[in-house]
C-alpha cells in the first residue's frame, strides 16, 4: 500500500490570480483554437495540412439530454464540439453524419469496447464516410482491453481522429497516446451525476488530473480533454489554466431545448399571498381573506450514463453484477442553449482579461493559481 502526501487540487481549491495586462477588453481575447493531432493521418490529396481542429474546444458530453443532433447543430454553428450519445441507430447516424454541414468538424461519433459498437461503427462509418472524430469511452481507462481495442481501432482507421478514455494520470495518458490515441478524455468521478467515488471510493482530483495528464499529453505531442466536474464558467476557464487542451461539459449544458428532454412542470406554494374577498363584519368593520400565492417551476430530467436511469432506459435494468454509479436529478429548463453558451464564454473572456491573456492558448502561461479554503460568498445561494 503507498500513500501520496502531494496535495491534489479541485476547481474548488483553487482561484486565478489577476495581473496587470495590456488588454483593453474582453472583446479582444480570443477563445478558438487549432490543434494539429499526434496520430491522426488525414487523406489529403494535394492539400496542405495547416490544422486538423479550428473552433472553440467546449464539448458536449455523450449524455442523454447533451449529445444530441439538435445539441450537435446548434453547438456546431457556435464553433463548439458535441460527443454523440451512443444510443442513436446506425440509420440516424448514417443520415445525420450524411447531411450536417458541422457534423465532420464538430461532432464525435462515440462508441464502447464490445465487438457489436466494433460492427456498429464499421457500418456507421461505411455508410456515411465523413466521420472524422471517434469518442471511444469507457468507466474505466485502465484495462489492458481497453488499450488494445484502442490500438485495433488506430490500425484500422489511420484517418479518424480518435479521442480516449478516461482516465487520471500521466503513465495511462502516455499509454494511450502511445497506443494511437490523439486526445485523451480525462476525469474519472468529477462529474455532476456521478457516484463512482461514493460508491468506489476511486477518483482523483479534477484540476490536479487536468494539470497532470496535460503535461504528461504535451510532451508525446497529444492532447486532453477535462472530463466532468465543471460548475460554473469559473471552472471551465480554471481546467483550460491548468492546460486543458478541450473542456467536456454534461450538467452545465443540460436542461436546455436541444438535449430532447420532457419537460417537467411542478407548482409551489410561495411565501406571498394575495386577497381573496373583503368580508364585512358587524363586529369587526373589514376582515380581508387571502389565498396563498403558487407559482410554477419547469425541470428537465437529467441522469449519468451508469444510473439505474440510464440502464433501465437503454438496456432493460441493471445487470444483476453491476451496481449503479451515476444519479438521476432534475435541472431547471433553462430555454436555448444559446444563451447558456454567451455567459459561458463571456466568463471565459472576462477571466482571459483579469489574468492578461490574449489567446485562450496563452490562459496557462498567464495563470498563477491560488489554493484557497473558500472561492466565493454563498449568502444568497
Ligand atoms: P459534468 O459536466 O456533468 O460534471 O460531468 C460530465 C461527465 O460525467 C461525463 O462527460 C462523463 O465523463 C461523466 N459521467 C456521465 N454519466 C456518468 C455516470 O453515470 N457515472 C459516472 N461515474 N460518470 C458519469
Known amino acids: 500500500m503507498n500513500i501520496e502526501n502531494d496535495i491534489k487540487l479541485d476547481y474548488s481549491s483553487v482561484l486565478l490570480r489577476p495581473k496587470r495586462s495590456t488588454l483593453g477588453s474582453r472583446k479582444e481575447v480570443k477563445l478558438t483554437r487549432r490543434h494539429i493531432f499526434r496520430n491522426y493521418k488525414p487523406n489529403l490529396v494535394n492539400i496542405q495540412r495547416e ?89 474505466n481507462g485502465y484495462s489492458e482491453r481497453f488499450l488494445n481495442y484502442v490500438a485495433s481501432i488506430r490500425e484500422e482507421y489511420p484517418n479518424v481522429v480518435i479521442i480516449a478514455g478516461n482516465v487520471v494520470t500521466s503513465d495511462q495518458t502516455q499509454e494511450l497516446l502511445l497506443r494511437g490515441a490523439d486526445i485523451i478524455k480525462v476525469g474519472i468521478g468529477p462529474g455532476s451525476v456521478c457516484t463512482t467515488r461514493i460508491q468506489t471510493g476511486v477518483g482523483y482530483p479534477q484540476l490536479s488530473s487536468v494539470i497532470e495528464c496535460a503535461d504528461a499529453a504535451h510532451g508525446l505531442g497529444g492532447h486532453i480533454i477535462a472530463d466532468g466536474g465543471c460548475t460554473c464558467p469559473g471552472d471551465v476557464a480554471k481546467a483550460f489554466a491548468g492546460g486543458a487542451d478541450f473542456v467536456m461539459l454534461g450538467g452545465m449544458l443540460a436542461g436546455h431545448d436541444e ?123
Not at 479554503?373 to 444568497?380: A, E, F, G, M
Open 51 to 139: 490544422y486538423d481542429f479550428g473552433g472553440v474546444p467546449i464539448m458536449a458530453s455523450n449524455m442523454d439530454g447533451v449529445g444530441t443532433f439538435t445539441m450537435a447543430e446548434e453547438l456546431g454553428k457556435l464553433g463548439l464540439f458535441t460527443c454523440l450519445v451512443k444510443t442513436y441507430s446506425i440509420k440516424e447516424l448514417v443520415e445525420f453524419f450524411n447531411t450536417s454541414t458541422i457534423a465532420r468538424e464538430h461532432v464525435a461519433y462515440s462508441m464502447g469496447i464490445t465487438d457489436n459498437d466494433a460492427s456498429k461503427f464499421r457500418a456507421v462509418y461505411a455508410g456515411s464516410n465523413s466521420i472524422k472524430y471517434v469518442c471511444i469511452d469507457v468507466a
Open 259 to 381: 438535449g430532447g428532454g420532457e419537460i417537467i412542470t411542478k407548482t409551489y406554494k410561495t411565501d406571498q399571498v394575495k386577497i381573496k374577498e373583503e368580508v364585512v363584519d358587524t363586529e369587526y368593520p373589514k376582515v380581508l381573506e387571502y389565498n396563498p400565492v403558487y407559482e410554477e417551476k419547469h425541470f428537465i430530467q437529467f441522469y449519468g450514463m451508469s444510473s439505474d436511469a440510464a440502464n433501465t432506459k437503454h438496456f432493460g435494468g441493471l445487470k444483476d453484477y453491476r451496481a449503479s454509479e451515476g444519479r438521476e436529478v432534475l435541472v431547471p429548463y433553462r430555454g436555448p442553449i444559446a444563451n447558456t453558451i454567451q455567459d459561458m464564454l463571456g466568463g471565459l473572456r472576462s477571466a482571459c482579461t483579469y489574468v492578461g491573456a490574449e489567446k485562450l492558448k496563452h490562459l496557462p502561461k498567464c495563470t498563477t493559481f491560488i489554493r484557497c479554503q473558500d472561492t466565493h460568498n454563498r449568502v444568497y445561494e
